[in-house]
């Protein structure tokens, strides 16, 4: 029930292992590259919105698939990725004259970010933000690090966390916790909170 958020390089999947090693949880470690390749794309492709639109439709569904089997095991595990994830990219990839003019793909954006809020909140009990900061590394089989675009993805999903339709508790780690346990004993704390909130969250609807 718990998610990181932020862009490619940030350091997420370092962070759910060491989190769900010291908590000792289920790590749910997502994967596009399997969509693409499925897909018979390349993540560092440049492709039409319409397009990539349709690729964050199937890995959401993908990611939705690894959550209810993560869901079937355990009532706790972390994910190093979210559906806010995917509503950043997609949101990233519009500017002014993307959409102009093609009502039909911006209603069918605007639904896709709608679907991710709905996703979020059927999935995750809290989502933290992890912000740019640690040293960047190119990883095969990944698009390229770009720390401009870093901070342009991390601006969008702070958006989004804050935004009112979303309906998870939010954190976001500060950009100078960096080291792998400062970020573990933040997160632990934070999530520590948001589950006991969640909890009380629970009781006073079935008692009220």
Known sequence: MIGLVGCNGVGKTTLAKAFALKQDIPLVATSTSAVFERLGMDPKAEYSFAVRLQIQEAILTALEGQYALARKSSALFIADRTPFDLAAYTLADIQR?????????TAAAMNYVQRCFKSAAENFSVIALVQPGIALVERDGKAPSCPAFMEHFNAIA???????????????????????????????????????????????????
């Not at 004259?97 to 793909?105: A, V």
């Not at 702070?158 to 004993?185: C, H, Y």
């Not at 632990?188 to 969250?201: C, D, G, I, Q, R």
């Open 158 to 208: 702070f958006g989004l966390l804050v935004d009112e339709r979303n309906e998870v508790q939010r954190f976001m780690i500060p950009r100078s916790v960096l080291s792998v346990e400062a970020r573990v004993m933040a997160l632990s704390n934070a999530a520590a909170h948001a589950l006991k909130t969640h909890e009380a969250v629970k009781e006073a609807m079935v008692f009220h």
């Open 97 to 105: 004259s993307t959409l102009h003019g093609d009502q039909e793909t």
